[in-house]
Antibody, heavy 115, light 112 residues
Framework: QVQLMESGGGVVQPGRSLRLSCAAS????????MYWVRQVPGKGLEWVAV????????YYADSTKGRFTISRDNSKNTLYLQMNSLRVEDTAMYYC????????WGQGTLVTVSS | DIVMTQSPDSLAVSLGERATIKCKSS????????????LAWYQQKPGQPPKLLIY???TRESGVPDRFSGSGSGTDFTLTISSLQAEDVAVYYC?????????FGQGTKVEI
């Protein structure tokens, strides 16, 4: 079955960097676009970035543009999110999700930005 | 971005009674070429990721109980739980995937 496993979250100081990973299995990873979506604890859902199946197209939410970079390695079935210049307001649970009508989501990885 | 607005923000329903959640999008999410509404509903319980219930506005995800149903088209959608069970206590989100910039409703908390 479809599985998405995020990792790489943790506690980081403002201005520092963090790289998240999402390991995919159970489907043909290279044929689907992929999203990162985040959720501030106790709050709503916000899309962060999306990448096309072949990585030629990438789009970012205004709140992350210029600071975050989405990428993928189809040979490793893995999605990445490089987060630079982190801010307190980036504190959230980060989920990876398949770009599909019947989208599957991972369990999430928690990023806490705090001094 | 397409703005998704849910109502109500919270809802208390007796066990076995019907729960109805509305979702309105700021623009149509009906794609004319395939006549599909790019609208999904998710259920989220505390400490868990969102779980897909409904996609294409009315298609139930495999394994989802048939007491959950979705309806609507264009800009107005409804999620109905026909007979509320204790395990249905959760926050429910509508979500449009018509636009690359995915957006979500603010959530509706359903309680007993």
């Amino acid at each position: 079955q479809v599985q998405l496993m995020e990792s790489g979250g943790g506690v980081v100081q403002p201005g520092r960097s963090l790289r998240l990973s999402c390991a995919a299995s159970g489907f043909t990873f290279s044929t689907f676009g992929m999203y990162w979506v985040r959720q501030v604890p106790g709050k709503g859902l916000e899309w962060v970035a999306v990448i096309s199946d072949d990585a030629t197209n990438k789009y970012y939410a205004d709140s992350t543009k210029g600071r975050f970079t989405i990428s993928r390695d189809n040979s490793k079935n893995t999605l990445y999110l490089q987060m630079n210049s982190l801010r307190v307001e980036d504190t959230a649970m980060y989920y990876c999700a398949i770009s599909a009508a019947a989208s599957s989501w991972g369990q999430g990885t928690l990023v806490t930005v705090s001094s | 971005d397409i703005v998704m607005t849910q109502s109500p923000d919270s809802l208390a329903v007796s066990l076995g009674e019907r729960a109805t959640i509305k979702c309105k999008s700021s623009q149509s999410v009906l794609y004319s070429s395939n006549k599909q509404n790019y609208l999904a509903w998710y259920q989220q319980k505390p400490g868990q990721p969102p779980k897909l219930l409904i996609y294409w506005a009315s298609t139930r995800e495999s394994g989802v109980p048939d007491r959950f149903s979705g309806s609507g088209s264009g800009t107005d959608f409804t999620l109905t739980i026909s007979s509320l069970q204790a395990e249905d206590v959760a926050v429910y989100y509508c979500h449009q995937y018509y636009s690359t910039a995915w957006t979500f409703g603010q959530g509706t908390k359903v309680e007993i």
